[in-house]
Nanobody
Framework: QVQLVQSGGGLVQPGGSLTLSCAASGFTFSRAIVNLMWYRQVPGKERELVARTNSAGRTNYADSVKGRFTISRDNVKNSEYLQMNSLKPEDTAVYLC???????????????WGQGTQVTVST
């Protein structure tokens, strides 16, 4: 069974940095063809795609985070990360990792989410 377990997040002052982690189990990164993504959710607003990386290592970012956030994956640790620098109050949200694609011959699903973690940017 595929699971995505998030860690990191918390309270940080404006201009600070945080790193979010998303550890995957139930499939092997190096054998799967999946897009790995980070979304964020603010109450009353639509869920926003923040960053995405595919199996080839290509990355895309929302305009609001370009130059400040970096998405990465570690095929050895079976994990994805979101490095967030120069954080602003408007980055405050629940952040969720998401994996979608083909997870291997033993996995029937094609879409999985982490449990979400709160990031609060405030003085």
């Amino acid at each position: 069974q595929v699971q995505l377990v998030q860690s990191g997040g918390g309270l940080v002052q404006p201009g600070g940095s945080l790193t979010l982690s998303c550890a995957a189990s139930g499939f092997t990164f190096s054998r799967a063809i999946v897009n790995l993504m980070w979304y964020r959710q603010v109450p009353g607003k639509e869920r926003e795609l923040v960053a995405r990386t595919n199996s080839a290592g290509r990355t895309n970012y929302a305009d609001s985070v370009k130059g400040r956030f970096t998405i990465s994956r570690d095929n050895v640790k079976n994990s994805e990360y979101l490095q967030m620098n120069s954080l602003k109050p408007e980055d405050t949200a629940v952040y969720l990792c998401h994996a979608a694609g083909w997870f291997g011959p033993d996995v029937t699903g094609n879409d999985y989410w982490g449990q979400g973690t709160q990031v609060t940017v405030s003085t």
